[in-house]
Structure formats: C-alpha cells, structure tokens
C-alpha cells in the first residue's frame, strides 16, 4: 500500500505510461531543431503540455511556463535569476531545502538578507507580523502553498497581496498543491509559481516547471543551445527559449502533458476532496491512539493530503521501517527537507512520520493504516 504521495505520486495513469512510449517510438525528434515531420511532432508534444498546464493553473501565454527538471530547479532559477546583492527576502521557517539553501548561498555569496517568519505548530501564519518586516530593499516573498510536512495551506492570496503593496515579487513553492488543489496564478497574484511534475501532476520524475509572469525578466542559469537565434552570442530574449537551454526531456513533458491533461479531465476540485476525506478519516482515527501526536492543522481545518505524527519513545525511522517491513504500507519518516519546520514542531531531534495520500487512496488503505499505527503504539 503505498501512502508515500507527497514524495512521489503512484501509480502512474495509463496515458502518462502510452504518451512517453508514444514519444519514444513515434514523434523522437528534438523539437525547436529541426522542420522534419517527427521533429515538428515533438513541438506540438511540448506545446500540449504548456496548453495544458496553462488551463489547468490559469495563466494566459502557455509561453510564460519553462520546463525544468523539478522544483528544485525551478526555485533556484526563480530566486537566483532575479535576486541581486543587496536585496531583502521575507519567507517562512515551512520552507523546503529548496528555497532555503539558494537563499543561505546566496547571504553568504552575495550579502543578500533573508527574515525567516515563525509558523504557529498548527500552520498559521501571522500576516501582521509579515507585513513588519517590509524593508525598502525588500525584493520577494517566498511561500510553500503548502507545507511538505504540516500539511497546511499558507494564505497565498493574503501574501502576494502584502508582496505588491510594497513592490515585492511573489514567488510560491506548489510542490505540494499544483496538481491536487485549486491553484490560479492570476486569482492568487503569484508572480513565480515552481512545481515538480511527479507528484500531484502524475507525470515523471525529472520533469518540472516554472512559471513566470509575462512582464518579469529572469536571468537565465543554464545557457546552451535553444533551436533560435542560434546566431547570436548571448542566450534569446524570447520565452520559452530563455529559460530552456539544451535538448528536453521530451519523453517525460509527454508524460507531464497526459498526467495534466488527467487531471483537467477529473478536476482538480475533485481530487482535492477525495484526498480531504482520506486525511479526515485518517486523522479522526489516529488522533485517538493512545502515546500518538498529530503535527499540523487540527481535524477539519484546511489541508493537503498530508498527515504526520511521532510515537511516543519511538523512532519515526523505525515506525516507518516497521510499517514497511510488517505492513506492506509505504511512508516516509526523517526531516522532509525542512528543518526549521521540524525546529518550529518541536521534532528537530526526531524527524516525524509522514503519510500522505493522492486521488487514488482507497478507504481500504486508510484503515490498514490505522490498525497498524494502533498496534505499533502498544508495542
């Protein structure tokens, strides 16, 4: 029983598996680089797939979306290619690894200055002790939609709205929501929006994106070969070559491309409250284990598919090896790339155990999950 979504979706929709096969046996040509038949095919996959995503999180230039291998490198090329020496960052201590470490880099390398917001145990966040932070030099907001740990749903809407009342870009992290809740770019005012493609979207590892607001102007951080203005000396101006140096992944934005077009078939409300009543269950059973506590919002308030906890005087790793090993359920225990989200729980010295459901989570599952958690807590 594989409960490890939050990490990596599973199993793969059938079209996700026929397009990659497709693109690899019948359109393998590399698009932007060349006007044969199966390169022209390869273009109009990566078209597809910015099509798709475009409706699916509500921006207008399926342009203004740069394929990426996954959210790492779309937060770095967000927060490199636009932060200078000098700038102010305000974000929160949720942050995965992935914004924290660009942004340690960058203070150590560039004198760039970061402040840290505090985030209540429960996933609430302060929005009048953000707004005090706001400097003259302040230059971006960064924010997880959702935390890869608590579970909660930052107020993105609330954020960006403080960002632009002072001039700052809003950049989110959607590893956690892009896919299985509600995102809009333009309702929510982002300005950069990183998502992985193998999680919520249903595609593969190794494909992401960013998408970037059409009057923001990033500096690259890969330069190479695009297919156009392959005369010039300096990497184009024009999207998305800027951001795509180099031959894609093709067979995986195929993949992507499937795995959105899915979920616009679904419905991203309906996989959101499929996931919703999985973690209601979930929680309103554990939350009764005797020895057990629950990290994140309380039952019925607003989240993601994802519920973690600690035994008492048990090791999370030794939990999740045992759920494995005697259960057949697969988690995931350790620190989840965020520690200060661990510091602000009070789990820095232990990590926690991390469920996390998606659309195909079964009633089934959920309770395996409860009788074993139940008798792992007498052990």
């Known amino acids: 029983m594989y409960l490890d979504h939050a990490a990596t979706s599973w199993p793969k929709p059938q079209s996700v598996l026929d397009a990659m096969m497709d693109s690899m046996t019948a359109a393998a040509g590399s698009p932007g680089r060349g006007t044969h038949s199966m390169s022209l095919q390869a273009g109009r996959t990566m078209n597809k797939a910015r099509l798709e995503l475009s409706k699916l999180l509500g921006f207008r230039n399926p342009n203004d979306v740069a394929f990426t291998q996954n959210a790492t ?9 636009l932060l200078k020496p000098g700038d102010h960052v305000i974000t929160t201590m949720l942050e995965h690894n ?36 706001f400097r003259v030099n302040t230059k ?32 989110v992290d959607g590893a956690q929501t892009v896919g299985n809740y509600p995102v809009h770019v333009e309702k929510l005012g982002i ?12 595609g593969p590892q190794g494909t992401g994106g960013l998408y970037i607001h059409p009057e923001l102007q990033l ?16 990497q184009p101006d024009i999207r998305p070559d800027r951001y795509e140096a180099g031959t894609p992944n093709l067979p995986g934005i195929a993949g ?56 008492e005087n048990q090791d999370p790793a030794q939990t999740a090896f045992q759920l494995d ?21 009070q789990t820095k010295d232990t990590g926690a155990v991390r469920v996390s459901v998606g659309y195909t989570t ?13 008798a792992l807590a007498k052990a």
């Open 219 to 234: 500096e690259p951080q890969m330069h190479g070969g695009t297919g156009s203005q392959s005369d010039q000396p300096e």
């Open 140 to 171: 971006m907001v960064i924010a997880a939609h959702s935390s890869n740990l608590l579970g909660c749903i930052l107020p993105v809407e609330a954020l960006s709205q403080l960002a632009h009342q002072h001039g700052a870009v809003m950049l």
């Open 362 to 374: 079964q009633e089934h599952e959920i309770e395996a999950l409860i009788r074993a958690v139940s």
């Open 73 to 81: 490198m779309s937060l770095n090329l967000a927060i490199k290619g």
């Open 256 to 311: 992507l491309a499937a795995g959105a077009a899915e979920i616009n078939r679904i419905g991203v409300e309906n996989i959101y409250n499929h996931e919703w009543k999985m973690t209601q269950t979930l929680i309103s059973n554990l939350q009764h284990i005797k020895g057990i506590r629950l990290l994140g919002p309380a039952l019925g308030q607003p989240r993601t598919g994802i519920v973690s906890f600690v035994l």
């Open 325 to 345: 090993r005697q259960y057949g359920i697969a988690v995931r225990a350790g620190y989840h790339c965020t520690p200060l989200g661990h510091e602000m729980s």
């Open 191 to 202: 300005d950069l929006l990183a998502f992985p493609g193998h999680k919520g979207l249903l």
């Open 98 to 133: 992935s914004v924290r470490r660009p942004l340690e880099f960058l203070k150590r390398t560039q004198g760039i200055e970061v402040d840290y917001v505090e985030v209540e145990p429960s996933g609430e966040i302060n929005l009048e002790s953000v707004a005090r932070l």
